[in-house]
Every structure is written in C-alpha cells, then in structure tokens.
C-alpha cells in the first residue's frame, strides 16, 4: 500500500498519560500536515512539515503538544498530559510541494484518540 | 479570518434524486477548493478540486461542483444519486501556506 498511514489507529489512555502518534507519508511527498478531527466537525489544522523543518503551528497546538520529523519522512506527534478534550481523531495528510495544479493533500486513516 | 461554511449538516435523499451541497468560504487570496469525501469507515478521500480555469470541475463518481467568484461559493453537485454516495462530504479551501480550512461538513444520507 503506498498510501499515508498512521500508528497506532485506536488509542484508549487515560487523563494525564503520554501519547505519541506516528505518520508514514507518501515516500516522494515533502508536506506533511496534522490536522484533529472532532465529532461533528470538519477536520482542523495543527501543524505542517515541509521536509524537517515546521514551518507552521496553529493556536490550536498548546504547549502539551509538539511534533517532529527528524529526517523529512515520518512524523510523530506527542501528547503531553493528555486531557478529556483532547479526544479526536488525529489526521496526517501528506503532498508534494511546490504546489500547482494536479497537487493535493492524501490523508491517512486517522488515530483515533479517547482519553478517560 | 479565513472559513468555509456548508449550509446543511444532514441531507437524506431517495436514491435517483438530485443533490446539492451548499459550500461557500470567506477567503482574500486566490483560491483553492476541495470537495473531500469520507465513506463510513474510510479516510478521507478527494472528490474533486477547483485552481483556475473553467469554473465548472468535475470529479469521480459522477460529481461536480461549480466555483462562482461573485458569490464566494463552491456547490457540489449531482444529478442521480446512489445509496453508495452515504458517506459525510467537506468543502475545504487551501490557504497560501497550503493547509487547507475545513466546512463542518454535510452528512448525506440516502435511502435505497
């Protein structure tokens, strides 16, 4: 399968404990976005890669969460003492920049978080 | 401050009637739009995309959206639906530094 995935896809941990999340993109796409997902709503923007460096974080990303992509391919997200508010679906998408016309984002199956 | 509206949270229809999803987004920069759709169980998946040209777009299964500059909106259509088009369907825009802003999303459901 050569498409975006993610790891683990269920998570089930209770307030206060560490997660981390990981994200395998598509191997030639150099973007690599997060965005969370809550019930009812549209997905929402967390944080991108381009190669390793983040280059964006939205207001959304409190100082419980960080991100990284060492080495430009897979990506991982922790949260730190995680809170009932944090239960979402977690997605990765990934593309290929520079964007032009055909360019698109290809998402992941999602992790699904619940935090007791 | 950049956001995509759709105007209806749940649809049903019968199988064979006609669809509209109303999309509009409120945006400066020169736009992007994305129609995305997740079937049950499934990741989300591109339906069809809007970047220039021939305002009328049209994607997989049938679909079609048709981008109006003067009235910020992005409708996606289609003529006959099918009871396989049940799934949840957003409207996004892809903003400069490329992350796209998400509708809430329209539930459609259709009965066989």
């Known amino acids: 399968d050569t498409g975006v995935s993610q790891d683990p896809r269920h998570k089930i941990t209770k307030r206060g404990q560490n997660v981390t999340f990981r994200c395998d993109p598509i191997?030639?796409?150099?973007?690599l976005y997060w965005y969370r997902q809550t019930l009812g709503q549209g997905p929402e923007f967390l944080t991108y890669?381009?190669?390793?460096?983040?280059?964006?974080k939205s207001r959304l990303l409190s100082d419980r969460f960080s991100a990284e992509r060492p080495k430009g391919s897979f990506s991982t997200l922790e949260i730190q003492r995680t809170e009932q508010g944090d239960s979402a679906m977690y997605l990765c998408?990934?593309?290929?920049?520079?964007?032009?016309?055909?360019?698109?984002?290809?998402f992941g199956p999602g992790t699904r978080l619940t935090v007791l | 401050a950049q956001s995509v509206s759709q105007h209806n949270h749940h649809v049903i229809l019968s199988e064979a009637a006609s669809l509209e999803l109303g999309c509009n987004y409120s945006?400066?920069?020169?736009?992007?739009l994305f129609w995305y759709v997740q079937y049950p169980g499934q990741h989300l998946q591109l339906l069809l995309k809007?970047?220039?040209?021939?305002?009328l777009v049209k994607g997989i299964k049938g679909f079609e959206a048709e981008f109006i500059k003067s009235k910020f909106s992005f409708n996606l259509r289609k003529p006959s639906v099918q009871w396989s088009d049940t799934a949840e369907y957003f409207c996004?825009?892809?903003?400069?530094?490329?992350?796209?802003?998400f509708g809430q999303g329209t539930e459609l459901s259709v009965k066989p």
């Open positions: 998408a990934s593309s290929f920049f520079p964007q032009g016309i055909g360019n698109e984002q290809f």
């Open positions: 890669f381009q190669n390793e460096a983040q280059l964006e």
């Open positions: 996004a825009v892809k903003n400069q530094g490329g992350k796209l802003i």
């Open positions: 945006y400066g920069g020169t736009v992007n």
């Open positions: 191997s030639e796409h150099n973007r």
């Open positions: 809007y970047f220039s040209g021939d305002p």
